[in-house]
């Protein structure tokens, strides 16, 4: 597929190769032939891609068929990926259960929940596991050998030898229980962790609109059920659907392997090898058939839940029409369609764009918007939310009316080039995540009989859409025409806010439950009971983690590694240079110190780093801006942030950050676009193009109320303990939307608003707030400082007395309620704490750690929550957990876990456990454009790295005791939920209840 990759020309070798034991750059290379057999696989092809100096391999497992790709690199972060073809005939969510019961134990590894417990045995770099439409993927990365090899044991004996318990179906599937566990009077409830998933992913309007959109978009074929669970069908999967599925589909003749990075493939074989050697070939029946073609297009109209916290009842409708497009494994269609759905939609300069967005038919796309390459058969939509109901008919009209234009005029070459430096630059990009990145990419049109190494290179994908283009000068029109325009099968789908949409959800589930426990005999009952007590009681016992594979903490290293930084002044304007392998890219950042910002503009900021590289300037409208910026740059943004004192948390300021990229080429005409945005901009006369942009971000904000409500419980929950907490939640919070939500509304006089953006423009840009971060190749260094010297010439000086905020900040605990009828629950509790550098932090880190572990059995084990944890951030300890069942009984196990703590009811394997667990996340690998910027950022020295890297190394079990006593035992904690309105009844009058934004 067309991702965001990064490349690195080299020569291109003729020999084929593989790699012995050694790492890095100083693997030795051999020689081998096509056919030879390498561990039991042979040897089909090699291809090398000179963009990231990797060597692919395809190989065939000689027994039982099963496919693998090696790419061989210098890459230290390998990766790998077991995909099977999961092709779901329902909406029980058979496949999403078997992901998750697959990691709940296996035959070499009979130990309750490996998976989470490898979570603190591991330094992995990620691992995970997801189920798509038609695929299941298990995958992991690290940079360490033994690391890798454990968690290939685990995960290979976890697909193909799983216990798959049915207590373990009960836990992570569903179940029926009784909210009184022995007490069959009480409510009898459905339990389980994916089923409290699906309805937290249900609960949203997005979510819900894709989903109804496959639906109707592939009505005969696998991607037309719901591969994650439909709440409502899930209770009717059966543990025998489970193994049945498993039996099917995790075979090794149905499976995709692909390994990444320095260390041999022929480890990897050989294990594989031995995990298989039960198998023989298997003709699995999960090929996707063609979905059968429309003769005309369709129409359908649902409901789905309002916005849940406005309380607004203006129309909030969403439309979209969407089109069954090309067959993925049709790389060049799939390419050419990739880009054109960015030239149809993305920014000022689409033409949907204009006809839809900036015409406020709506407010914003559809979620699902733009080409999707993420099933056999592709799709393509657009639509928009926020629309009113009279103007749902002029949304198709306008939608073919665009089509028809861009594909009789086609595009401005000017704008195709634009697009195509987004792509090319971005493969240029070095991320740490590549080959994660890269294997996702190539799985999804592998499963479907396209050879990966048609997959592997994008450089080759965009020269070849290159040649396409150059072939056929009407490419991307006769795309329109083709894909679209003449394709029937168009489904048009409206989806009508209804404000009791969950409440009936609720009450359906409820009525289905009351029947069901109508309809129990005496031995249902028992059962019921008996097999609830059964799960309890294995959840209660501890789990056997000594038959794991683990690393210890000897394993990490006690040192780290300074990043080499070049502090010098320019213009007397402090710089930090720091010399990376970028690939050519340099990437710009530049901090404002705005600590002394007025108070009526503070918290217009968020509004302010939205729009300031969207309005255009004096000299270029924001059409020319965004092409601009597409032409010239990599990236192009502006964004907030909040200094704390790392001795002090109650001392902070705002900043400003304004971030780019550019190869070296183009570094004057990304200095002229800033210099253009800091003297000349934003271009606040323009009130219709403001207010576009304006609906986009209230659209933005409240889409997140409603789907994350994790993120907000959060934030509002911090900001009664400190006063960036509080400063952080007025900017990304509730407040900020309460501020935005107005804006957008018929007839707000927005000129009171352009005279605050006026105010912060003129505010901000002033040369002595500044401090530079420049991070390139070392070469590179001299001239981008003469381009940067130049653009600070054009910046003018002013004044700039620090102001500290905070010191008169008084904490705050309280309990929130924010009630939604999404019948799901985001539970938050907040502590106060210590700074960075105070001697606590370092422990108290390792100590949250052992705290989740305790968490984690409780509240998603026991619980069905989906998620849980706990936390440490300067100033507080956070506890949370979402899509949760429950509320007071979570808040009063966050209580019980402190006490837990405190009793030092936990032992010295937990503490090392916690340690390589956060070493994990400490150690990850930073991309060159990353390294060294967030230590700077934070005023931190190495040396106070290295302080709080040894505090965490050392800290041991008494000292975390004294740490929880200290920090918990005595104090308050702000709590903040956001949860279904069906607990109110239920609520405790300390409770404030938020039942209205304003």
């Known amino acids: 597929m067309l991702r965001v990759l990064?490349?690195?020309?080299?020569?291109?070798?003729?020999q084929r190769r593989y790699t012995t034991s050694k790492r890095g750059p100083e693997r030795i290379l051999k020689k081998y032939q096509l056919g030879d057999n390498i561990s039991g696989y042979t040897l089909e092809g090699t291809k090398y891609v000179p963009e990231k100096n990797i060597t692919a391999y395809m190989l065939t497992h000689t027994k039982t068929g099963a496919r693998h790709l090696h790419l061989d690199c210098d890459d230290t972060n390998n990766v790998f990926m077991k995909t099977f073809k999961t092709t779901p005939r329902d909406s029980t969510g058979v496949a999403h259960?078997?992901?998750?019961?697959?990691?709940?134990?296996?035959?070499?590894?009979?130990?309750?929940?490996?998976?989470?417990?490898?979570?603190?045995?591991?330094?992995?770099?990620?691992?995970?596991?997801?189920?798509?439409?038609?695929?299941?993927?298990?995958?992991?990365s690290t940079e360490n050998e033994q690391d890798y090899k454990n968690l290939l044991s685990v995960y290979a004996d976890a697909v193909y030898h799983p216990k798959l318990e049915p207590l373990d179906f009960m836990q992570e599937g569903h179940h029926l229980e009784f909210e009184e566990i022995d007490n069959p009077e009480s409510n009898l409830i459905y339990k389980g962790?994916?089923?409290?998933?699906?309805?937290?992913?249900?609960?949203?309007?997005?979510?819900?609109?894709?989903?109804?959109?496959?639906?109707?978009?592939y009505p005969t074929i696998t991607y037309g059920v719901n591969s994650g669970g439909d709440p409502e069908v899930i209770p009717k999967l059966t543990y025998e659907d489970l193994v049945d599925f498993h039996k099917k589909h995790y075979h090794p003749s149905n499976s995709y392997t692909i390994t990444y990075g320095d260390i041999s493939m022929e480890n990897h074989l050989e294990k594989l090898d031995v995990v298989m050697s039960d198998f023989d070939k298997y003709s699995p029946d999960t090929a996707v058939g063609d979905e059968t073609r429309w003769n005309e297009s369709r129409s359908h109209e649902i409901t789905g839940p309002a916005s849940t916290l406005t309380g607004d009842d203006k129309d909030d409708n969403m439309v979209s029409l969407t089109w069954l497009t090309n067959n993925l494994t049709d790389m060049d269609k799939t390419v050419g369609m990739t880009v054109l759905g960015y030239l149809l939609l993305e920014g000022p300069n689409a033409p949907l764009y204009q006809k839809l967005i900036e015409t406020h038919l709506g407010n914003n796309y559809v979620p699902n918007v733009g080409y999707s390459s993420h099933s056999r058969e592709t799709n393509f939509v657009v639509g928009?939310?926020?629309v009113q109901q009279e103007d749902i008919p002029a949304i198709e009209e306008t939608i073919i009316a665009v089509l028809e234009e861009a594909c009789e005029n086609g595009f401005d070459p000017k704008r195709i080039e634009a697009v195509l430096n987004i792509y090319e630059i971005s493969q240029k990009h070095v991320t740490t995540s590549y080959g994660m990145n890269l294997a996702s990419s190539i799985v999804g049109s592998w499963i479907h009989g396209f050879h990966p190494f048609g997959a592997v290179s994008v450089e080759e994908m965009l020269n070849k859409l290159k040649q396409n283009m150059e072939a056929d000068p009407k490419y991307f029109q006769n795309l329109i025409k083709e894909q679209l325009l003449d394709n029937k099968?168009?489904?048009?789908?409206?989806?009508?806010?209804?404000?009791?949409?969950?409440?009936?959800?609720s009450e359906k589930e409820e009525k289905k439950l009351e029947q069901v426990k109508q309809n129990l005999t005496e031995s249902n009952i028992q059962q019921i009971i008996e097999d609830a007590n059964k799960l309890q009681e294995r959840q209660n016992t501890p789990p056997d983690v000594d038959k794991l594979p683990k690393l210890?903490?000897?394993?990490?290293?006690?040192?780290?590694?300074?990043?080499?930084?070049?502090y010098e002044t320019l213009d007397n304007i402090k710089l930090n240079i720091i010399p990376q392998p970028t690939n050519g890219i340099t990437y710009f950042r530049t901090a404002f110190d705005i600590s002394n910002i007025p108070e009526e503009l503070l918290n217009y900021v968020p509004l302010f780093t939205n729009i300031i590289t969207e309005l255009g300037t004096v000299n270029r409208d924001h059409r020319q801006l965004a092409q601009d910026i597409e032409t010239n740059t990599g990236s192009f943004s502006a964004s907030y942030n909040i200094y704390r004192n790392p001795k002090d948390h109650n001392e902070y300021y705002p900043r400003l950050i304004f971030s780019s990229s550019a190869l070296q080429r183009k570094i004057p005409d990304m200095f002229s676009i800033w210099e253009d945005i800091f003297n000349n901009g934003p271009l606040l006369s323009d009130l219709d193009n403001l207010l576009t942009n304006i609906m986009m971000i209230e659209s933005n904000m409240q889409e997140s109320i409603n789907s994350d409500g994790l993120s907000f419980a959060s934030s509002y929950a911090m900001s009664g303990i400190h006063g960036a907490g509080k400063l952080s939640e007025e900017w990304g919070g509730i407040t900020q939307y309460e501020l935005i939500a107005p804006f957008v509304?018929?007839?707000?006089?927005?000129?009171?608003?352009?005279?605050?953006?006026?105010?912060?423009?003129?505010?901000?840009?002033?040369?002595?707030?500044?401090?530079?971060?420049?991070h390139c190749e070392e070469s590179e260094i001299e001239p981008t400082k003469q381009h940067l010297s130049k653009f600070l010439s054009s910046i003018e000086k002013a004044n700039n007395d620090r102001k500290l905020y905070g010191k008169d900040f008084t904490p705050t605990f309280s309990k929130t309620y924010f009630p939604s009828p999404a019948g799901i629950n985001f539970v938050t509790s907040v502590f106060p704490s210590v700074p960075t550098l105070h001697p606590l932090y370092p422990k108290l880190n390792v100590l949250t750690k052992v705290i989740t572990h305790y968490l984690h059995v409780e509240l998603r084990e026991k619980g069905s929550a989906y998620g849980c944890g706990c936390y440490t951030t300067p100033g507080a300890v956070s506890f949370y957990s979402y899509r949760d069942p429950n509320v007071e009984k979570t808040i009063d196990t966050y209580k019980e876990s402190i006490d837990w703590a405190c009793s030092g009811k936990f032992d010295n394997d937990d503490v090392d456990n916690a340690k390589i667990a956060i070493f994990s996340n400490v150690d990850k690998p930073v991309s060159p454009s990353n390294k060294g910027y967030m230590r700077i950022l934070s005023g931190l020295s190495h040396d106070d790295?290295?302080?709080?890297r040894i505090g965490m190394l050392d800290v041991n079990k008494k000292e975390l005791v004294e740490v929880a006593n200290e920090v918990f035992k005595g104090n308050n904690a702000n709590i903040a939920v956001f949860g279904s309105d069906k607990n109110l009844k239920d609520l405790s009058d300390d409770w404030k209840v938020i039942d209205k934004l304003k």
């Open 193 to 217: 962790v994916v089923f409290n998933e699906m309805k937290g992913a249900l609960a949203d309007s997005g979510s819900l609109f894709m989903e109804d959109t496959n639906k109707y978009l």
């Open 745 to 774: 509304e018929e007839g707000y006089d927005l000129n009171s608003v352009v005279q605050k953006l006026k105010d912060l423009s003129e505010f901000v840009f002033t040369k002595c707030k500044m401090e530079l971060f420049l």
């Open 97 to 140: 259960v078997l992901e998750h019961t697959t990691l709940c134990g296996s035959e070499k590894y009979p130990v309750k929940d490996p998976f989470f417990n490898m979570l603190k045995r591991s330094l992995k770099t990620e691992m995970n596991a997801w189920t798509g439409g038609d695929f299941t993927s298990y995958i992991f």
């Open 384 to 386: 928009l939310q926020g």
């Open 945 to 948: 790295i290295m302080r709080n």
């Open 489 to 505: 099968h168009r489904l048009k789908l409206v989806m009508k806010p209804d404000t009791d949409y969950s409440k009936k959800v």
């Open 552 to 566: 210890t903490v000897k394993d990490i290293n006690r040192e780290k590694p300074e990043v080499q930084v070049i």
């Open 6 to 14: 990064s490349s690195k020309n080299r020569k291109h070798f003729r």
